[in-house]
């Protein structure tokens, strides 16, 4: 009996919730990996994520590549009302990540920033490594829309504002780098923000954005019933 208590215990020290007025999240501390759980409209529909974090299996250290084992650092995690951070590190090479939500005021969005520590003597290369990714399970039968802006960069495109339809197999990407230069046969670079919601009713939906001027990149995909989305 004592130790099914301490199990719950220990449980519920690795699972932790963040809000603001209008947006919840709910993410879970694994031994390997973190993952957000759900995404909620307070009062309306609950997102539920499948996809576990998948943080750097490998670097590369003088040219060759050496793979990674993460592990969840309990002491140096914490949850609390306004943040949530899960730290993970590894031996050989040493490293620190840091997976960090934050509530930076009482209404809006909740922010998602990663941080990665050489902590050893060695210069390091990281593969390209998506930030945050996760796979929403969906009502099949929902209707989607996807909506995202192009970049303003030499004469302006004949819609430049795009509010498409979100079907069953649609796959989509938009990238967003220092400077906009349109390419032809190419398409327009994006702000780096993407909206999916309902195209009717309470029009439900989430959104993503990413606070950087250099290169990034943000894919969609819908697969019935998920809904998948990756941003580096």
């Known amino acids: 009996m004592h130790d099914a208590c301490g199990a719950r215990v220990r449980l519920a020290q690795r699972r932790g919730e963040l809000a603001t007025a209008d947006t919840a999240i709910a993410v879970e501390a694994g031994e390997q990996a973190p993952r957000l ?73 909740i922010e998602h920033t990663l941080l990665i520590q050489n902590l050893s003597n060695e210069t390091v290369w990281l593969p390209l490594q998506p930030s945050f990714r996760f796979d929403w399970m969906i009502d099949p039968q929902s209707a989607l829309e996807r909506l995202w802006v192009e970049k303003g960069a030499d004469s302006p495109s004949a819609q430049g504002t795009h509010l498409d339809a979100l079907r069953d197999g649609d ?14 046969n190419q398409a327009r670079e994006m702000i780096p923000y993407l909206l999916v919601d309902e ?34």
């Open 199 to 232: 195209p009717d009713g309470a029009r439900r939906g989430w959104y993503v954005g990413i606070e950087f001027s250099g290169r990034t990149r943000i894919a969609l995909q819908r697969d019935v019933p998920h809904c998948v989305a990756r941003q580096v």
């Open 171 to 184: 796959t989509w990407e938009g990238t967003s780098s220092t400077y906009a230069r349109p390419i032809a």
């Open 37 to 109: 759980d759900t995404l909620r409209l307070r009062g309306a529909m609950v997102w539920k994520n499948r996809a576990a974090e998948a943080l750097p299996d490998h670097i590369e250290v003088r040219g060759a590549a050496h793979p990674l084992v993460w592990r969840l650092d309990r002491a140096a995690s914490r949850f609390d009302s306004k943040e949530i951070q899960l730290v993970y590190t590894t031996e050989s090479p040493r490293l620190n990540l840091v997976w960090r939500w934050r509530a930076r005021a009482g209404y809006g969005p």
